[in-house]
């Protein structure tokens, strides 16, 4: 959209170069201090850290940056946890520089920020109107990064358990299903924190599409190209004078062109270009 492309002229030295490096940093900070004292890392995240909507509105505000301390695949067990969250760190580093490298560093830097502006958004609206404390983590936020490049790249592969390869399109479309499922037997709550979570993937790619393509003048301007790009059967000719009648096979030394005057795709060999009458409105006006 025209918008957005001047937003992105006038504010794209302010964006952050490498930004998944610095969000993987915050990961792996967390991640240490999980291993060192896992108790400890639950009360400080749970209690200071995490998006809560109760804490932000009385003032907590630091809580919109420092829920991103936690790290990715976090599961029950303290082993899992560690091995899964370091190969983890590693994976969405590469997806998300991967995603900076074709979007260019400002629109990632916009795709990372409203996919934060959106988590916090869902946990606002979860205490204001269904008067809910939810604990948001990262969860979201790292789904939206790997749906995007599921998009770009459906075909790549990755390999399940270490040693089945399943391709992105099919593990993106295994973690919809599950969305699916809790929007559909979900509460109110679920569906609000899914819908409002992950809405910056399609918000994103509709702001950044360029829908100038799907107008009909570009759009016949395309098929017109096509139609004359195409290879023509023999005997068959592009160009035509509308004057003389003759033809790109009439002699190689021929050049043919259109008159910017006359109404109408009217074509003209060299002879005839300044000398026809040009036509307007079916009838012909002085000499050219």
Not at 28 to 37: D, T
Not at 93 to 108: A, C, D, K
Not at 231 to 249: D, M, N, Q, W, Y
């Amino acid at each position: 959209m025209k918008f957005f492309y001047d937003f992105e002229r006038k504010y794209n030295r302010y964006a952050i170069p490498n930004l998944m490096y610095y969000i993987v940093i915050l990961y792996a900070v967390g991640l240490a201090v999980y291993v060192v004292n896992p108790v400890m890392y639950w009360n400080i995240y749970s209690g200071y850290l995490c998006l809560d909507g109760r804490a932000i509105l009385h003032g907590q505000v630091w809580r919109l940056v420092t829920f991103l301390i936690f790290p990715p695949s976090f599961g029950s067990f303290r082993f899992t946890s560690v091995f899964f969250g370091i190969i983890a760190l590693f994976m969405y580093h590469s997806l998300g520089q991967t995603l900076e490298n074709i979007w260019g560093s400002f629109r990632f830097n916009v795709f990372f920020f409203m996919g934060m502006l959106a988590q916090a958004l869902a946990c606002l609206l979860g205490y204001v109107i269904f008067r809910q404390d939810w604990m948001l983590t990262t969860g979201f936020l790292n789904s939206s990064i790997f749906l995007a490049f599921a998009m770009y790249f459906p075909d790549a592969q990755f390999l399940l358990f270490f040693v089945l390869p399943v391709k992105a399109k099919w593990l993106a479309v295994a973690e919809c299903a599950v969305y699916l499922y809790s929007f559909v037997f979900g509460g109110m709550a679920d569906r609000c924190e899914l819908i409002v979570s992950l809405a910056n993937v399609l918000v994103f790619f509709l702001i950044t599409r360029n829908y100038k393509r799907y107008a009909p003048k570009e759009i016949h301007r395309k098929n017109k190209f096509k139609k004359e790009s195409k290879i023509l059967p023999k005997g068959s000719t592009r160009h035509r004078c509308a004057v003389c009648g003759r033809t790109e096979l009439d002699g190689d030394d021929l050049e043919f062109r259109y008159c910017s005057k006359c109404e109408g795709s009217y074509e003209y060999c060299q002879d005839h270009l300044y000398t026809h009458k040009h036509v307007v409105k079916d009838k012909e006006e002085g000499q050219g």
